[in-house]
């Protein structure tokens, strides 16, 4: 058991509360993932030619201001760093896969947590409760989120463990689910210069993503591709800088309701975490159908 | 909330945003006498109204979480919303009302009583059905009805893949298009006895603008189990 929760912003007058309401959604699904918890926000995007870096310092402390001096060294330029509990975010005036070479091989003790032009990732082990007042994840503004509880069942309990996933600029996934095939499909992937950096399933379907969306696919496409290439149980929330896009497995094996008002769109593994919403009550909502791609934002599935 | 010892016609409120599940679930099994409840507030909460064994009147206003009135006997439920997984799991007897959609499992094992969906009832919708019935007055996803046993299942709109998959012997009737056929599900005449049941359960579940013609019948091929009757002591 895992849970999701999407809040996508149609009025920007809720942007100012987005993360309020992402960690009520969350606290009300903790007790279907009290091992570890995740966000993904959308905001503030970068100057055009600056890419936004959200770092951890999985294993130990990190000396963010040096590593922002060095980064301003080594470019054009380079925000100090906006400190989150274990996590760091940086705007370096760089293209954002030119940042993560120089990263790899400058400090490969840092984990990058999501790189692009609005996404910013922060996940840790530990409750939801906790993660959420660690991080401070109320006063976090944004046009859209997804967030994740973790209740482990394939591998361990890590912050890299954690999700949601980076599956390249500005897109991320979380995952309901498990995945049967994920470590033949991890070699495939390996071979086709996708890089992980843990064993666990989830990760190998964002590893999927990556891929097809480097061969050309459009996301939907990549999506669909979950259908036929994937074997298990999901319910995935894909972000992306427009918005974010929901898939469950064709069986139907984990639950999601979807919801919208004139204000927003959300998904959440329950109704409950909906219900904390802002006129919740008088929401369309419905059950998203298996097997079939839904969206939300201008280019997400163009 | 009142003491457990009022009678029917005095209306108990029951706020969910500040008394627990539990607490409104103990005063239900402990009332003596039959009550009339009113549930505010739900939020989404799992097992409101469950395990009920009397003939209260319960509304609930809003939507539901998992296994609403599981395991109902005698009880009437009605849900001013929509409802979780497993609305009505179990029931034995009496009534629940959904008027908006219910999600996966609705009436899975239900013995017995009536369960009314006015919206749509998604995926294995009646599952392992042992004698219930289950009228939705929209459309169920995939697999429902997968090994039912006894009981109906009226679906006004379409039905998803693999309708009865390895059923027993519920009865099956469906209005609009049936995605799919489970194995040893197969379409089956429909007689006087039939249509005189879904006039019936269509009364019951207050559907006045559908007809019982409209249906097509559904059921056992009896061709995967090998259950006889004359063996029946044995089982």
Same mark, same amino acid.
């Given at each position: 058991?895992?849970?999701?929760?999407?809040?996508?912003?149609?009025?920007?007058?809720?942007?100012?509360?987005?993360?309020?309401?992402?960690?009520?959604?969350?606290?009300? @699904?903790?007790?279907?993932?009290?091992?570890?918890?995740?966000?993904?926000?959308?905001?503030?995007?970068?100057?055009?030619?600056?890419?936004?870096?959200?770092?951890?310092?999985?294993?130990?402390?990190? +000396?963010?201001?040096?590593?922002?001096?060095?980064?301003?060294?080594?470019?054009?330029?380079?925000?100090?760093?906006?400190?989150?509990?274990?996590?760091?975010?940086?705007?370096?005036?760089?293209?954002?896969?030119?940042?993560?070479?120089?990263?790899?091989?400058?400090?490969?003790?840092?984990?990058?947590?999501?790189?692009?032009?609005?996404?910013?990732?922060?996940?840790?082990?530990?409750?939801?409760?906790?993660?959420?007042?660690?991080?401070?994840?109320?006063?976090?503004?944004?046009?859209?989120?997804?967030?994740?509880?973790?209740?482990?069942?394939?591998?361990?309990?890590?912050?890299?463990?954690?999700?949601?996933?980076?599956?390249?600029?500005?897109?991320?996934?979380?995952?309901?689910?498990?995945?049967?095939?994920?470590?033949?499909?991890?070699?495939?992937?390996?071979?086709?210069?996708?890089?992980?950096?843990?064993?666990?399933?989830?990760?190998?379907?964002?590893?999927? @993503?990556?891929?097809?969306?480097?061969?050309?696919?459009?996301? /939907?496409?990549?999506?669909?591709?979950?259908?036929?290439?994937?074997?298990?149980?999901?319910?995935?929330?894909?972000?992306?800088?427009?918005?974010?896009?929901?898939?469950?497995?064709?069986?139907?094996?984990?639950?999601?309701?979807?919801?919208?008002? +004139?204000?927003?769109?959300?998904?959440?593994?329950?109704?409950?975490?909906?219900?904390?919403?802002?006129?919740?009550?008088?929401?369309?909502?419905?059950?998203?159908?298996?097997?079939?791609?839904?969206?939300?934002?201008?280019?997400?599935?163009? | 909330?009142?003491?457990? +010892?009022?009678?029917?016609?005095?209306?108990?409120?029951? +706020?969910?945003?500040?008394?627990?599940?539990?607490?409104?679930?103990?005063?239900?099994?402990?009332?003596?006498?039959?009550?009339?409840?009113?549930?505010?507030?739900?939020?989404?909460?799992?097992?409101?109204?469950?395990?009920?064994?009397?003939?209260?009147?319960?509304?609930?206003?809003?939507?539901?979480?998992?296994?609403?009135?599981?395991?109902?006997?005698?009880?009437?439920?009605?849900?001013?919303?929509?409802?979780?997984?497993?609305?009505?799991?179990?029931?034995?007897?009496?009534?629940?009302?959904?008027?908006?959609?219910?999600?996966?499992?609705?009436?899975?094992?239900?013995?017995?009583?009536?369960?009314?969906?006015?919206?749509?009832?998604?995926?294995?919708?009646?599952?392992?059905?042992?004698?219930?019935?289950?009228?939705?007055?929209?459309?169920?996803?995939?697999?429902?009805?997968?090994?039912?046993?006894?009981?109906?299942?009226?679906?006004?709109?379409?039905?998803?893949?693999?309708?009865?998959?390895?059923?027993?012997?519920?009865?099956?009737?469906?209005?609009?298009?049936?995605?799919?056929?489970?194995?040893?599900?197969?379409?089956?005449?429909?007689?006087?006895?039939?249509?005189?049941?879904?006039?019936?359960?269509?009364?019951?579940?207050?559907?006045?603008?559908?007809?019982?013609?409209?249906?097509?019948?559904?059921?056992?091929?009896?061709?995967?189990?090998?259950?006889?009757? /004359?063996?029946?002591?044995?089982?």
């Amino acid at each position: 058991m895992c849970g999701i929760a999407g809040l996508y912003t149609k009025s920007p007058a809720l942007q100012a509360q987005l993360g309020e309401h992402l960690s009520s959604m969350l606290e009300q @699904l903790s007790f279907r993932g009290p091992d570890s918890a995740g966000v993904a926000f959308y905001r503030e995007p970068a100057p055009a030619g600056s890419c936004k870096i959200s770092l951890c310092a999985a294993h130990g402390e990190a +000396d963010w201001d040096a590593i922002g001096a060095e980064l301003a060294d080594a470019f054009e330029g380079a925000s100090p760093p906006r400190v989150r509990a274990t996590h760091a975010l940086f705007v370096v005036d760089a293209d954002a896969e030119e940042v993560q070479g120089w990263l790899a091989a400058e400090h490969p003790e840092l984990r990058l947590m999501s790189a692009g032009s609005s996404i910013e990732i922060y996940k840790e082990a530990g409750r939801p409760g906790d993660f959420v007042r660690r991080f401070d994840i109320e006063r976090i503004d944004g046009s859209h989120a997804l967030g994740h509880t973790r209740m482990a069942t394939e591998s361990r309990v890590t912050t890299e463990h954690s999700h949601p996933f980076s599956t390249g600029l500005d897109l991320c996934l979380v995952h309901n689910g498990s995945l049967s095939n994920h470590n033949r499909l991890r070699g495939k992937l390996r071979r086709e210069g996708i890089q992980f950096q843990t064993d666990n399933d989830s990760e190998v379907a964002a590893g999927y @993503l990556t891929w097809r969306l480097r061969e050309g696919a459009s996301l /939907e496409q990549a999506l669909e591709g979950c259908l036929s290439d994937l074997d298990g149980f999901y319910t995935f929330a894909v972000g992306s800088a427009d918005g974010f896009a929901v898939l469950r497995d064709p069986i139907a094996c984990k639950p999601a309701v979807m919801a919208e008002t +004139d204000e927003w769109v959300a998904i959440a593994s329950e109704y409950r975490a909906i219900a904390v919403l802002p006129g919740a009550q008088d929401a369309v909502s419905w059950e998203p159908e298996p097997g079939r791609v839904y969206s939300w934002g201008t280019t997400l599935v163009a | 909330m009142a003491a457990a +010892d009022a009678t029917r016609e005095d209306l108990l409120s029951v +706020d969910l945003a500040s008394e627990s599940v539990r607490q409104l679930n103990q005063l239900l099994h402990d009332a003596r006498e039959p009550r009339r409840v009113r549930v505010l507030h739900p939020a989404g909460r799992h097992s409101i109204a469950v395990g009920i064994d009397a003939p209260h009147e319960v509304e609930i206003d809003g939507h539901v979480g998992y296994y609403c009135a599981g395991m109902n006997k005698l009880a009437s439920v009605r849900v001013h919303g929509n409802c979780g997984v497993g609305v009505a799991e179990n029931m034995m007897s009496g009534t629940v009302t959904v008027e908006g959609s219910a999600s996966q499992s609705a009436a899975a094992s239900a013995r017995g009583g009536l369960l009314v969906v006015h919206g749509d009832a998604s995926a294995r919708c009646a599952i392992s059905l042992k004698g219930a019935e289950v009228v939705v007055r929209g459309s169920v996803g995939h697999m429902s009805a997968f090994m039912a046993q006894k009981g109906a299942l009226v679906v006004c709109g379409d039905a998803g893949e693999a309708l009865g998959d390895s059923l027993y012997e519920a009865r099956l009737y469906v209005r609009g298009e049936v995605a799919g056929l489970g194995a040893d599900c197969i379409e089956k005449e429909m007689r006087d006895e039939h249509l005189e049941q879904l006039r019936e359960l269509l009364e019951r579940a207050e559907i006045e603008d559908v007809g019982a013609e409209e249906f097509r019948r559904y059921g056992s091929a009896r061709e995967l189990y090998h259950f006889h009757v /004359e063996h029946l002591g044995s089982y």
